[in-house]
């Protein structure tokens, strides 16, 4: 919870400039003494430079801005002034440097701060739909298996003996084909585009809170703590993008709450050698039960392996409401795992990292998604379907609507008129998921019925239409002009639904 407000006062000495510590370059510390300004698009082996201390801009603080205290600012502390930018996005992960990509190839000046240092661990399966192809092309990314990526056909589904696969739909809007990537690796490359397009990106930059007009109550910038050593600098900006993940420090400081009438999911996963580390499809099975019910139960989720290409696959479990459920997660995948099909190669000594896990946050479940100069996305606006646990597309969808509304907003004249213009952002979010994901609520509560999922999904699996329409929803690939009637009838279920 934010502290008690605490004045910055006037910066002393250079302001943005020589600051003394390390300077870290392609995520290598150096000794470097003398912190210098980084050009736009300026690379060292592929890699964005990226300093520690000053990141340009000669603009201090202004005085009589606050800063909300407790963890970020001590009493008595001083913050060192860090410059200022057009806009600043906080975090580095697919929304976030999907937004500072797109906002930086206007020309506009984009500050993208990054706690940790890249690449850094995610939980994820890895496992990308065409939608996030589309966004990956859309920036100008090379999705080719030369560039590394491993290309997939489709989604098998999987129940008991019975499995059924389904190609991606070859659409005007998407391609017919999905991707796999490590996380780590995927990030690092997304917040490289946004540096090569001339985003300045800061690693060990730790926001701790937003600098606040003390009279409007709007943000101004951000505190945060650089380094190893954490020293206090602020960022100033007219306009701050909250990509900071579900825990989103700085979207509770401008109290956006979650919505506790929104399903909270969970995803663990881990790592094995296997020799179907190529699969061509990626794999959901949705026979997921509880191993310490003693009425085994099916819970209301699935779990997956996705072949990496590289000799391991990535095989986890995500749950979409875990509101009634009592877990152990790490376990449930452990006994998962063993019951795996021999041919699979699954051994405990065949895993290769530990199993980690995530909360999902989901169905746009903190809001509002703009007020007093910040807009959240991805993880931090809950843009995780709650019908598949989807995250990574409606992240980098929500980054590029935040950033395409923001270029809009800065070309206004008047105060007004950029204020007009950022509140269009959660209406666009609106009109893009709200149907979709009330779809998909509707999807989790019946999945959350056990009597319900035990029947529907011994029948899913011997009625392959009916289990087509499932897929077809699940990961919204429709076409709105389309000819085909089922095209039709689900973008215009996506459109009806109730999506308060």
């Not at 797109?102 to 706690?115: M, N, Q």
């Not at 589904?157 to 991707?179: C, H, M, Q, Y």
């Not at 996380?183 to 397009?197: H, N, Q």
């Given at each position: 919870m934010p502290g008690p407000e605490q004045t910055v006062p006037e910066p002393t000495g250079e302001a943005g400039g020589q600051q003394t510590g390390g300077q870290q370059t392609g995520g290598q510390e150096t000794d470097g003494r003398q912190a210098?300004?980084?050009?736009?698009?300026t690379t060292r082996d592929g890699v964005p430079v990226r300093p520690e201390g000053s990141v340009g801009g000669e603009r201090p603080v202004r005085a009589g801005a606050t800063v909300r205290a407790g963890e970020s600012v001590k009493a008595g502390e001083t913050v060192q002034a860090g410059g200022s930018a057009d806009v600043i996005v906080v975090g580095a992960g697919p929304a976030g440097s999907t937004a500072a990509a797109?906002?930086?190839?206007?020309?506009?000046?984009?500050?993208?701060?990054?706690?940790s240092v890249l690449p850094r661990e995610k939980v994820c399966g890895d496992g990308l739909t065409p939608r996030v192809v589309k966004q990956l092309t859309d920036l100008g990314i090379d999705v080719s298996e030369e560039a590394g990526w491993l290309h997939n056909r489709g989604l098998r589904?999987?129940?008991?003996?019975?499995?059924?696969?389904?190609?991606?739909?070859?659409?005007?809007?998407?391609?017919?084909?999905?991707?796999v990537r490590r996380?780590?690796?995927?990030?690092?490359?997304?917040?490289?585009?946004?540096?090569?397009?001339?985003?300045r990106v800061v690693e060990r930059a730790n926001v701790t809170g937003p600098l606040l007009d003390e009279r409007t109550g709007r943000i101004t910038g951000v505190t945060a703590r650089l380094g190893e050593e954490r020293r206090p600098v602020a960022y100033r900006a007219p306009i701050v993008v909250a990509a900071d993940g579900n825990s989103t420090r700085l979207s509770v400081a401008m109290k956006r709450y979650r919505r506790t009438d929104r399903a909270m999911g969970v995803a663990y996963r881990t790592y094995f050698t296997t020799p179907r580390h190529?699969?061509?499809?990626?794999?959901?099975?949705?026979?997921?039960r509880s191993p310490t019910d003693p009425a085994r139960r099916?819970?209301?989720?699935?779990a997956w392996v996705f072949g990496m290409g590289d000799g391991t696959a990535n095989v986890g479990l995500g749950v979409l409401d875990t509101a009634k459920a009592e877990v152990d997660w790490r376990e449930l995948l452990r006994r998962w795992c063993d019951g795996l099909p021999p041919e699979y190669g699954y051994t405990p000594d065949g895993v290769t990292e530990p199993i980690r896990g995530a909360a999902l946050p989901m169905g746009l479940n903190r809001q509002p998604h703009y007020a007093d100069g910040l807009l959240l996305v991805g993880d931090a606006g809950g843009t995780v379907s709650p019908g598949t646990g989807e995250g990574i597309a409606y992240a980098m969808e929500s980054g590029r609507y935040a950033a395409e509304t923001i270029v809009q907003a800065l070309a206004r004249r008047t105060d007004r008129g950029r204020e007009l213009a950022l509140r269009a952002y959660p209406q666009a979010l609106r009109s893009a998921y709200a149907g979709y994901f009330a779809l998909g609520r509707l999807a989790a509560e019946l999945l959350?019925?056990?009597?319900?999922?035990?029947?529907?999904?011994?029948?899913?699996?011997?009625?392959p239409a009916l289990l087509k329409v499932a897929f077809r929803l699940m990961v919204n690939l429709t076409e709105p002009n389309s000819k085909d009637a089922l095209d039709r009838l689900l973008h215009l279920l996506g459109r009806v639904a109730p999506g308060k």
């Open positions: 210098h300004e980084r050009r736009p698009g797109h906002l930086a190839r206007t020309g506009l000046d984009v500050l993208l701060l990054e706690k589904l999987v129940s008991g003996r019975r499995s059924l696969e389904f190609d991606w739909p070859e659409l005007s809007a998407f391609p017919g084909f999905g991707l996380r780590a690796d995927f990030d690092e490359l997304l917040a490289r585009k946004a540096a090569s397009a001339g985003a190529d699969d061509r499809y990626l794999e959901a099975w949705l026979d997921l099916l819970l209301p989720g699935y959350g019925r056990p009597k319900l999922l035990g029947t529907a999904g011994a029948a899913g699996l011997g009625h």
